[in-house]
């Protein structure tokens, strides 16, 4: 992966990191680090500001009568922050997501839980339209701090090839 700093100047250098199409590697897996530990302040705030109404994810009362006995922590958050967590191994150079499919949700997830996440390449090909890109397909797994796995997904991206990116090609 390119972790190099671009230098922009004299005396000065920006960050450049993600990968290149000719970086992924079929069966390679990225662990995706730090991991985050959910808060009440993150799953109530991402809740209401999604306008998701379920009180199950924000109302201590309801919840407590429900199976799990506490607020569920919010699954689009949970997939909001495990995607967040996988961009700067898989998707950091991108030129598009191309589709998202499997998202399976397999265990709770609750207020004080700390998430980790990895991908793997599943699949990699030049593209047929395109000459300076790629398309990638990755899945990527969440485990809780028990090791418990609560989701899991598919990604496809459209991924330039080296020296064909944005921040190769833009000085902004």
Not at 84 to 100: P, Y
Request: some cysteine; aromatic content about 12%.
């Amino acid at each position: 992966m390119s972790y190099s700093p671009k230098q922009v100047g004299p005396n000065r250098f920006r960050e450049n990191i993600g990968r290149y199409f000719e970086e992924f590697e079929v069966g390679h897996i990225y662990e995706h680090r730090p991991g985050r530990t959910i808060s009440e302040a993150d799953n109530t705030w991402f809740t209401l500001l999604t306008m998701n109404t379920h009180p199950l994810h924000f109302d201590f009362e309801y919840a407590k009568h429900s199976e799990f006995g506490k607020p569920l922590v919010n699954s689009a958050f949970t997939l909001a922050v495990v995607a967040g967590m996988s961009v700067s191994d898989t998707s950091q150079k991108a030129i598009a997501n191309l589709g998202w499919t499997d998202i399976k949700l397999t265990a709770p997830v609750f207020i004080g839980d700390t998430i980790y996440a990895e991908s793997e390449v599943l699949d990699k090909r030049e593209s047929k339209s395109r000459p300076t890109q790629g398309v990638v397909k990755i899945k990527t797994t969440a485990k809780k701090q028990c090791g418990t796995i609560f989701m899991s997904y598919e990604r496809v991206m459209l991924m330039p090839k080296r020296g064909h990116a944005v921040d190769d090609k833009a000085e902004y």
